[in-house]
């Protein structure tokens, strides 16, 4: 059968629509993809990558799409409408994250013949120490589905991160945002996004610039294992 292309494109369209929908009811009830309430907030889930700390795709992530609750999706998107008037936006490196993963990253890290990332992302931490110094949990609040990992980047056609003094998910006391061995633009950077989360309801970590959790999260006392999918 013949199909004109805009009648190739609507039905592409209306396939990817039908797919998404089935994949949402899939998902527990009070979770949602995030690209279906803040289509314009970049994804970047680096775990379904080998980008990573590990230099390999995590366990339980099979697809590279942001997982949130209901409550921290809306109040993502309301930060979104915020920056996009001055040309900014969020891009999002992590989110939902399943219980087996957090257990795959505790296995990483007891393995100590692994450290190919270790000049990118802990090039001051002995691999040994990242579980007693706190980098790595066996619990983590991604698992509860209101926290996420976030940073500030340009909507030009670069779409350029804003420097915030580290990479995500940097082990260091330098990620700390309140770290004074940084620039003083670098730590501006921070507070525009510390400010803007803050304000939409979400708590920052102390350790890292890019970690916030919904204040008042739906399941404080779950930690879900679904797969990212």
């Known amino acids: 059968m013949y199909l004109n292309p805009c009648s190739r494109i ?10 998404l929908a089935v994949r949402a009811a899939e998902l527990p009830e009070g979770f949602v993809y995030l ?10 889930i680096r775990y379904y990558s080998s980008d990573n700390f590990m230099g390999q795709r995590v366990e339980g992530y099979e697809n590279p799409v942001c997982i949130l609750t209901t409550a921290a999706a809306g109040a993502l998107n309301r930060v979104q409408n915020e920056l996009r008037p001055f040309g900014l936006g969020l891009k999002i490196f992590d989110a939902y994250r399943p219980q ?5 990253f ?9 450290q190919e990332m270790k000049s990118r992302y802990y090039p001051d931490v002995r691999k040994e120490d990242l579980l ?24 030009d056609g670069a779409r350029e991160q804003l420097d915030m003094g ?19 633009g670098q ?9 803007l989360m803050t ?13 916030f959790t919904l204040k008042g999260e739906q399941f404080p006392n779950t930690y879900f294992d679904f797969p990212v999918r």
């Open 132 to 155: 007693q110094r706190g980098y790595i949990a066996a619990r983590s609040g991604h698992t509860r589905g209101s926290t996420v990992d976030v940073t500030i980047i340009s909507l």
């Open 187 to 195: 730590r501006a950077h921070r507070l525009l996004l510390r400010t």
């Open 10 to 19: 609507f039905l592409y369209c209306a396939l990817s629509l039908l797919a």
């Open 35 to 44: 690209g279906t309430v803040a289509p314009s907030i970049r994804q970047d």
């Open 199 to 211: 304000t939409h309801g979400f708590i920052p970590l102390q350790e890292e610039w890019w970690h």
């Open 106 to 114: 505790v296995a990483w890290a007891g393995d100590l013949s692994r």
């Open 166 to 184: 580290t990479p995500w998910d940097f082990f260091s006391p330098l990620s700390w945002p309140a770290s004074a061995a940084v620039t003083p």
């Open 100 to 104: 087996r993963a957090v257990d795959d």
